[in-house]
């Protein structure tokens, strides 16, 4: 079975400019979690969707946005880019919402850089 | 507030010997612990987890130690080899309510020598 896919795997912006983050979770995962990672630095939770609606918020601006979709997938948006959201993103899957053993499973991320 | 830490940023073994990284936290009431791993230019791996409820889980190769007392996590690997350089993260898997999320520490860099 393949495992949490997401696309693209790099990509260049300019401050100012929006951008769109995709991901696939493993087949029969209702959760995704975005997570931010810096260099350096451990990733930083973003965001979670369950069943298609949002279950928490990390300590991020309303410049990032998410959705999923009824197949599951979820893209992750942010607008305005600034330098500081240059980054891994991570997005990770899991059978339900998070509990314990509920494991999350994550992809390879994207790797944003904003010039 | 919850946050999860690590004691050792780096360490450097002997290809077969045995590493132990080390994790501290800080909120009690966390009840699920997972360790990953992450090599370079990829996402974090699962490797092991624990719940609150015990002290001690195995793996292969690989055991988590869980002092509730103490607040402190641990990572054995046994035997350690050259692919199992990488960075090491513990995390720790609370509820926001409505949700639940993982705290990351900094990370370990395990470096092993042949």
């Known amino acids: 079975d393949a495992g949490v896919t997401q696309s693209p795997t790099h990509l260049i912006k300019t401050r100012g400019q929006q951008v769109t983050l995709r991901c696939s979770p493993i087949s029969g995962h209702k959760s995704v979690s975005w997570y931010q990672q810096v260099l350096g630095q451990g990733p930083q939770f973003i965001f979670q969707y369950y069943e298609k609606e949002e279950r928490g918020r990390g300590n991020f601006p309303d410049r990032f946005s998410a959705r999923q979709f009824p197949n599951y997938s979820s893209e992750l948006n942010v607008n305005a880019l600034l330098l500081g959201d240059s980054a891994l993103y991570l997005c990770a899957s899991s059978l339900f919402a998070g509990g314990p053993a509920d494991t999350q499973y994550f992809g390879p991320g994207t790797r944003l850089t904003v010039l | 507030g919850e946050s999860v830490g690590l004691h050792l940023p780096t360490l450097s073994v002997q290809e077969g010997d045995n590493s132990i990284i080390n994790c501290a936290y800080s909120n009690s009431a966390s009840d699920y612990f997972i360790w990953y791993k992450q090599e370079s230019g990829k996402g974090p791996q699962f490797i092991i987890d624990i719940r609150s409820n015990m002290d001690k889980r195995q793996g292969q190769r690989v055991t988590v130690l869980l002092n509730k007392t103490v607040k402190h996590l641990s990572l054995q690997i046994a035997a350690t080899q050259p692919g199992d350089s990488a960075v090491y993260f513990c995390?720790?898997?609370?509820?926001?309510?409505?949700?639940?999320?993982?705290?990351f520490g900094k990370g370990t860099l395990l470096t092993v020598n042949p």
């Open positions: 995390a720790e898997n609370s509820s926001g309510g409505s949700n639940y999320k993982l705290t």
